[in-house]
């Protein structure tokens, strides 16, 4: 029997209240259980990340977040750092990953990066927002590897253009993997694995929806409940006449080397 109109807007508005009083620091989206689901990436990053890490001396994750994907790392190298911008999450990192030994640096993630040439056999990165591919090259040690799981293009659009409308090809095709693959070219580096998949995401309830666009600041800029909040609530009614929302994350796998140069002539 469907929800009386009375009922249905009191449910949205507890829904949206308790979305909107969730804490959104850290790249944890435990929260979000048993509202969304989301089909993970084949390659499996985290456990393909660690092995890398098991082989490494030197390491530098860009981007950590909340630190929590470092964190599971079974054994880190000797020397362990990673870079974040966000004060919250550099808190939360920090917290996380000193009691590992591994060091965070607050930082703008705009170049340079604050480290010296050469400096680390592994870079690694989860989702970055930006990839400074010259800034990774001059990092790496030669025969040093960047590992990379990003983001791909339209990235769960079906949601970014329920609230702006339908978005320019420019926007639709950033984050092409075959873009990263030319940039980490031009910036002298051998990629040597891509890889890309379309997964289905479902969101379950408006709550769901209003803290992913809270901690994932980047789908709607700006995202405010109120600003949206006819929107969400015509969502809302989709969702509880129609079942969940669904979308599709793109995500690619990245793996590319700095070569080692010959030895120059005496």
Request: aromatic share 8%; charged share 25%.
């Amino acid at each position: 029997m469907p929800a009386t109109p009375e009922a249905e807007r009191a449910r949205f508005e507890e829904l949206v209240a308790e979305a909107a009083a969730a804490p959104v620091d850290g790249w944890d989206f435990s929260w979000l259980d048993g509202r969304a689901t989301e089909e993970r990436p084949s390659w499996g990053y985290a456990r393909a990340m660690a092995e890398r890490m098991g082989g490494a001396t030197a390491a530098l994750d860009i981007q950590t977040g909340g630190g929590e994907v470092l964190a599971a790392v079974p054994a880190l190298p000797p020397l362990t750092v990673a870079t974040e911008s966000w004060p919250p999450n550099i808190a939360r990192a920090t917290a996380l990953l000193h009691p590992r030994g591994a060091a965070v640096v607050a930082d703008p993630d705009e170049p340079p990066l604050p480290f010296g040439d050469n400096a680390f056999d592994l870079v690694v990165s989860r989702h970055p927002v930006t990839t400074w591919w010259q800034e990774i090259a001059r990092v790496l040690a030669p025969g040093g590897t960047y590992f990379s799981q990003q983001v791909g293009p339209a990235s769960v659009f079906e949601l970014v253009e329920y609230f702006l409308g339908p978005q320019p090809p420019e926007v639709r095709g950033a984050r092409d993997p075959e873009q990263a693959r030319a940039a980490a070219e031009a910036a002298g580096l051998d990629v040597v694995d891509l890889r890309s998949e379309r997964l289905r995401t479902e969101f379950l309830d408006i709550g769901a929806v209003v803290y992913f666009l809270r901690k994932v600041i980047w789908m709607v800029p700006g995202f405010t409940v109120e600003e949206h909040r006819p929107r969400l609530a015509e969502l809302h009614h989709l969702i509880e006449t129609e079942g969940p929302f669904t979308a599709h994350t793109t995500r690619f796998l990245i793996e590319a080397r700095k070569p080692v140069r010959p030895p120059r002539p005496e």
